[in-house]
């Protein structure tokens, strides 16, 4: 690999240089025969301003570039730097089409010669990266990357990067090195040099295959390793707390004895062995993982049964496995049988991938994702979806790859590469198996589920199982998901899914019951009244909430009124959709046995083809039974439409859900298991269990415990609530927004930054963070919001992690599981007290059954809701002993109502102080 490369990136006053933007630092680095050969960097005058936000990102001021030379100065020998090279950056088309620009206006030859992205390249190479950004990059390969946002700096990282990445190429089985320069043609940058390059060294001498790969069937896969099942002579429970601090101090050096650890641990052990439930608050700090973990694994070992441990998010599930299980063995003193399972669509079906790979490629993000999964294979054990960092086309891809029963594929040789099998197999060998919340209810309906037979469970982020029992039993109907389901199979002149499979049966259909263009209008009726069902639902949204004042988001419950004009519209559209769905599952259903009936061979394509079919009728059938479940079934499920005003129909979404998923829970969960431990950091509210034990059915138990955090929250937290905001309900909310705009901006100043901001409604998130950008108060801030700024909730936690100026603003996700320990996070404001809208349709209906029974609504359900949300926000600011921080609550009806009283009482024991603006400024400055 003897080509030269020249590695270049560039600051900027801003991101389009045809509105005018011009290049402040150009930095470049010269790599030839495999090595740095040169460097050239240089400050640019850009002849005009360098924003406040340019300015506190690249630590570039215009006083720095005053004196530097004008680009056209320096263009001559960057022309000349580039002959002959291949131009390398880091996401390749901005700085390209930016130096393009630079270069024609100095009246200098562009750049024509081939281009490499290394942010393309990374997303194969590093098919399991959280991010493909520069400084992600560079701490995961442990580069010095001292200076980010400096050309120069970049680019030498950059240029280190690419040399890592040109030796990984080298490094992968040349079969995987094949089918990668086959699929690179159709890449945005010239990689398919690389992989061509690589390919022809490869093939022109003999391949040593390292000693953990294994090719099979033409795929180079990580050879499985031998799992040996541990061997345990049986431990001891460690009754005293010299023996349980014996135990932790051996496996750590420096452990810290924690009490409420020891607690929690006699808890769970007592529990098991009396065969009974527990519900165990365990504050943060306590060590919860270790403090279940212990008693369960020498439970599991004492009695020979499994434990299953349920999370409801699958990074706490990858935290116990990764982190604490390691952490586990090292307390015990051997290796535990710890295992993993997620739901089989999770993990990939190697016969549906290697028919894929036959398939000639033209779209760019299905080629991509076949060349990641292709390097991924090579490193990973266990082909579950959660390890890839996959775009949203690349989601589609994954679609036709998931593990699913085949009918056409032949899927028998692949069957000792099943990683789903392995999963269950290991599943079923395990002394503690991990899953999550819905796989345990999955598990608990299914006849035969994959969770091997247990009667042991702990139920972690167990306020969440609720909720998620009722995600599970409940349904959704969503115009999109309809829509791309029908597109895929698409009518007869579309030349798509339908088109190929009459093409493939032509000569078997001939006593099928619908002709082909029958089956065609069919498919076209049925796009029809889906346009119409949605556009319906969408105008019953609109009409119910007609008087609705704010936002653009809405939700309406489904109250069936005859007498309701567009009622009585969406449940006829309903019923024809209903009925043509049916029929055209009936005609697939039809031409699918046709196929299965005959004589002739299938190539491997063709086999592809009626699997996908298969897929569709599943889909279709998936939407036909929950259209009946809508629309039909007078059950006592709560019905509603949920849409936004500015798309009406492209967003709406029609969801069923049962109001209580409680006596459920009781009878098939709760009475069938002998012992279940269900614990989170926030299950009581005002010191009592009742509520979240009404919630989850959960009648007889033998404990209930709250650990407190060890922290010294009187010392690490000031808890202060302005007085001179108004109550929200007596200004408009317009005003309500200007106020804690106002407040926002001198915490903002006085904190210096590092601040997370709670909203209970999205459209006050977004209203507020608009005011904020639009007063230029908070110029050198960076601002970061969910559901404004791009990235998933751990990728936004990422970034503002990264900044020391920025704030954070998050909705309902960011109220729990958002974990930003130390400096990171210094100043927690929650806008409003997390009350549920009364109109939310589980809401409304609980509501109406405890008014009904004679109850108190507010009592018994909005308040304890919303307590245990705010103790799950409250919690998000001191996350170990060495954190301080203050929060701020914006709501007053703290202060001023008696029920402000049972908020206070269910979080750790802080005074409240309370001031103006201005006295609050001053407690800041005092504080910090």
């Not at 240029?159 to 089918?179: G, H, Q, R, Y």
């Not at 795929?219 to 345990?232: N, S, V, Y």
Request: aromatic share 10%; charged share 25%; glycine share 6%.
């Amino acid at each position: 690999m003897s080509q030269k490369f020249v590695v270049v990136d560039l600051e900027t006053t801003g991101n389009s240089p045809k509105k005018g933007d011009r290049i402040i630092q150009f930095g470049a680095v010269i790599i030839e025969d495999g090595k740095i050969t040169g460097r050239f960097s240089s400050l640019v005058n850009p002849l005009q301003e360098i924003p406040a936000f340019i300015e506190e990102l690249t630590g570039i001021s215009e006083s720095m570039v005053k004196n530097a030379p004008l680009f056209e100065e320096i263009a001559p020998q960057v022309s000349d730097m580039l002959e002959d090279a291949y131009f390398v950056a880091h996401n390749v088309l901005f700085d390209l089409s930016f130096l393009q620009e630079e270069l024609l206006n100095a009246g200098v030859e562009g750049f024509y010669g081939p281009v490499i992205d290394t942010v393309e390249m990374a997303r194969i190479l590093y098919p399991s990266a959280d991010s493909y950004k520069l400084t992600d990059l560079a701490s995961r390969e442990e580069l010095d990357h001292d200076r980010p946002h400096q050309a120069d700096s970049d680019a030498q990282v950059t240029a280190e990067l690419l040399l890592i990445m040109l030796d990984a190429v080298k490094a992968l089985p040349l079969v995987t090195v094949k089918e990668l320069a086959k699929l690179s043609e159709g890449l945005k940058s010239d990689l398919h040099l690389i992989f061509d390059d690589v390919l022809n060294m490869k093939e022109s001498s003999l391949e040593d295959l390292p000693d953990h790969i294994e090719v099979y069937r033409g795929i180079a896969l990580k050879k499985r390793p031998e799992t040996q099942r541990a061997l345990h002579s049986v431990i001891n429970y460690p009754e005293s707390v010299e023996e349980k601090k014996a135990m932790l101090q051996k496996a750590f050096s420096g452990y810290e004895i924690r009490h409420g650890q020891f607690e929690m641990m006699d808890s769970v052990h007592s529990a098991f062995m009396k065969n009974g439930h527990a519900l165990i608050e365990a504050g943060t700090g306590v060590g919860k993982s270790l403090g279940y973990l212990i008693p369960a694994a020498i439970f599991s070992l004492e009695s020979h049964n499994p434990v299953v441990v349920s999370t409801y998010t699958t990074q706490l599930q990858e935290q116990l496995l990764n982190n604490d299980v390691p952490k586990l063995a090292k307390v015990l003193g051997s290796k535990i049988n710890a295992s993993l399972i997620k739901g089989r669509n999770n993990y990939i079906s190697m016969a549906r991938f290697e028919h894929s790979l036959r398939e000639v490629e033209e779209n760019y993000d299905t080629a991509l994702t076949k060349m990641q999964i292709l390097v991924w294979l090579t490193q990973t054990e266990t082909g579950d979806f959660d390890e890839l960092n996959l775009s949203s086309g690349g989601m589609l891809f994954w679609s036709k790859v998931k593990n699913e029963p085949a009918l056409f594929l032949k899927t028998k040789h692949w069957e000792s590469y099943d990683f789903y099998q392995r999963a269950v197999e290991e599943a079923q060998q395990a002394d503690i198996l991990i899953t999550n919340h819905a796989m345990l209810l999955a598990d608990l309906v299914s006849e035969k589920g994959p969770l091997p037979n247990y009667e042991y469970a702990i139920l972690d982020e167990g306020h969440q199982f609720e909720k998620a029992a009722g995600k599970y039993f409940g349904k959704s109907l969503d115009y999109l998901a309809v829509r791309l389901v029908l597109n895929q199979l698409g009518l007869y002149d579309q030349n798509q899914l339908f088109y190929k499979l009459e093409r493939l049966l032509r000569n078997d259909l001939r006593d099928s019951r619908l002709h082909t263009f029958e089956v065609s209008q069919l498919i076209s009726d049925l796009v029809y009244e889906t346009e119409e069902l949605f556009k319906l639902a969408g105008t019953y949204a609109r009409k119910t909430v007609k008087n609705k004042t704010y936002g653009s988001k809405i939700h309406a419950s489904i109250v069936p009124d005859r007498d309701n004009r567009v009622w009585t519209a969406l449940k006829t559209t309903a019923e024809r959709f209903y009925f043509d769905l049916k029929d055209l599952i009936v005609a697939l259903e039809e031409r699918l046995d046709e196929a299965g009936k005959s004589n002739h061979p299938y190539t491997g394509v063709q086999q592809s083809i009626l699997e996908e079919v298969v897929q569709v009728k599943e889909d279709l059938e998936a939407i036909r039974d929950t259209a009946r479940t809508l629309f039909m079934d007078g059950s006592d499920y709560v019905k509603w439409i949920e849409a936004d005003l500015r798309s009406l129909q492209n967003s709406t979404t029609i969801f069923s859900r049962p109001v209580y998923v409680s006596d459920y829970l009781a009878q098939q969960f709760f009475m069938k298991k002998r012992s279940v431990v269900v614990t989170s950091a926030t299950l009581s509210v005002n010191n009592s269990f009742s509520f979240i034990k009404k919630e989850l059915g959960l009648e007889n138990t033998l404990i209930e415990q709250q650990i407190p955090s060890p922290f010294s929250y009187e010392s690490q937290i000031k808890l202060i609530v302005p007085e001179d905001l108004p109550d929200i309900k007596s200004v408009s909310h317009d005003d309500y927004v200007a106020a804690i705009t106002e407040h926002i901006i001198s915490i903002a100043e006085a904190t210096k930054g590092r601040m997370l901001i709670l909203f209970t409604s999205h459209e006050m998130l977004k209203k507020t963070y608009e005011l904020i950008k639009e007063s230029g108060l908070l110029e050198e801030f960076i601002l970061i919001a969910q559901g404004i700024t791009a990235g998933s909730r751990t990728r936004l936690t990422r970034n503002f992690k990264r900044f020391d100026k920025a704030i954070l603003f998050g909705t309902s996700s960011f109220w729990e599981g958002v974990d930003i320990p130390g400096e990171d996070l210094s100043c927690l404001i929650i806008v409003r007290l997390p009350f549920t809208p009364p109109d939310e349709p589980i809401t409304a209906a609980k509501c109406s059954i405890i008014k009904e029974s004679g109850g108190s609504p507010f009592s018994e359900l909005s308040l304890p809701e919303a307590v245990l949300r705010f103790k799950q926000g409250f919690g998000r600011l001191i996350r170990t002993s060495n954190d301080r921080g203050l929060i701020f609550i914006f709501d007053r009806r703290l202060v001023t109502t008696s029920y402000g009283k049972a908020f206070l009482h269910s979080v750790p024991d802080v005074p409240v102080e309370k001031g103006n603006i201005t006295e609050i400024v001053d407690m800041i400055d005092d504080w910090l």
